[in-house]
């Protein structure tokens, strides 16, 4: 079983910046991919972003790019998304998710922590 629990959110003016971290735990060696995801208010959960574990490719959102950066920890267990240059409609819930079974972002089995909320104001 794959444990995940998210940390950072919090509320910030547009403009600001917020790191989110996210700590695994359990059963990680067949995981192929670490992604964050959101869900704002009244909208179904999209992606942010995703970073494969075999060779750390990124990938981001149309409006992810050029100002979040998604990093991963192997030897901690931990991933992190660096949001600069933050805007009112980054607000939602954020949701750290860990795949297996797959290959680069493709994946099986899904895994989610609780999230943690970000609130953005103009």
């Known amino acids: 079983q794959v444990h995940l629990k998210e940390s950072g959110g919090g509320s910030v003016q547009a403009g600001g910046s917020l790191r989110l971290s996210c700590a695994a735990s359990?059963?990680?060696?067949?995981?192929?991919?670490l992604g964050w995801y959101r869900q704002a208010p009244g909208q179904e959960r999209e992606l942010v972003a995703v970073i494969t574990t075999d060779d750390d490719r990124t990938k981001y959102s149309l409006s992810a790019e050029g100002r979040f950066t998604i990093s991963r920890d192997s030897t901690k267990n931990m991933v992190y998304l660096q949001m600069n240059n933050l805007k009112p409609e980054d607000t939602g819930v954020y949701y750290c998710?860990?795949?297996?079974?797959?290959?680069?972002?493709?994946?099986?089995?899904?895994?989610w922590g609780q999230g943690t909320q970000v609130t953005v104001s103009s």
């Open positions: 359990g059963s990680l060696s067949s995981i192929n991919a």
């Open positions: 998710n860990a795949g297996e079974g797959g290959s680069g972002w493709w994946t099986e089995i899904d895994h």
